[in-house]
Antibody, heavy 117, light 110 residues
Framework: QVQLQQWGTGLLNPSETLSLTCAVY????????WFWIRQPPGKGLEWIGE???????SYNSSLKSRVTMSLDTSKNHFSLRLTSVTAADTALYYC???????????WGQGTLVTVSS | QSALTQPPSASGSPGQSVAISCTGT?????????VSWYQHHPGKAPKLMIY???KRPSGVPDRFSGSKSGNTASLTVSGLQAEDEADYYC??????????FGTGTKVTVL
């Protein structure tokens, strides 16, 4: 059974860098795409970006200048960095696997990130 | 990448059916058969209910069905049950390895 477990800093000051990691248990990194998705309080889901098991990435155009995704296949981890955060980046962040065509089939438990001075 | 448009709310009595629409453009919903639907109970991770417009992952009841016509996709929940009360989100591939989610619909079982 595939499980995604995520962790990272929950409270940030404005202008700091958000850093989250998602570990994949019970399954292989290959041949899947891996995603980060967020949900601001009281709002809907927002796709942040994806990273392929090969390392290629694609990001939401609205966040592209501040986002970096990476992976460590030796540890079965993938990570999200978001620089220069503001209050608008306060959200519940999820990692997910793209295991079915166009579908995110396994999700992490979510990490609440709050940006506040 | 503008969010796909969903009605804010939908409701039905137990045993009835409810349909949720998801309207995009020819650059997302209308251009690809990669529409998926997610059930989201507060405090839990979203759950994939439908992928590729109308396919159900293993374990999802056949009460959940999906379809698409032009730029609008739909999720129908038949035989509503109390546990179906949740937020539902659509998602679509939008080209160039990007995706977009819908605005979300809160389904209430009366």
């Amino acid at each position: 059974q595939v499980q995604l477990q995520q962790w990272g800093t929950g409270l940030l000051n404005p202008s700091e860098t958000l850093s989250l990691t998602c570990a994949v248990y019970g399954g292989s990194f290959s041949p899947y795409y891996w995603f980060w998705i967020r949900q601001p309080p009281g709002k809907g889901l927002e796709w942040i970006g994806e990273i392929h098991h090969s390392g290629s990435t694609s990001y939401n155009s609205s966040l592209k200048s501040r986002v970096t995704m990476s992976l460590d296949t030796s540890k079965n981890h993938f990570s999200l960095r978001l620089t220069s955060v503001t209050a608008a980046d306060t959200a519940l962040y999820y990692c997910a696997r793209g295991g079915l065509p166009g579908g995110f089939d396994y999700w992490g438990q979510g990490t609440l990130v709050t940006v506040s001075s | 990448q503008s969010a796909l448009t969903q009605p804010p709310s939908a409701s039905g009595s137990p045993g009835q059916s409810v349909a949720i629409s998801c309207t995009g453009t020819s650059s997302d919903v209308g251009g690809y058969n990669y529409v998926s639907w997610y059930q989201h109970h507060p405090g839990k991770a979203p759950k994939l209910m439908i992928y590729e417009v109308s396919k159900r992952p293993s374990g999802v009841p056949d009460r959940f069905s999906g379809s698409k016509s032009g730029n609008t996709a739909s999720l129908t929940v038949s035989g509503l049950q109390a546990e179906d009360e949740a937020d539902y989100y659509c998602s679509s591939y939008a080209g160039s390895n990007t995706y977009v989610f819908g605005t979300g619909t809160k389904v209430t079982v009366l």
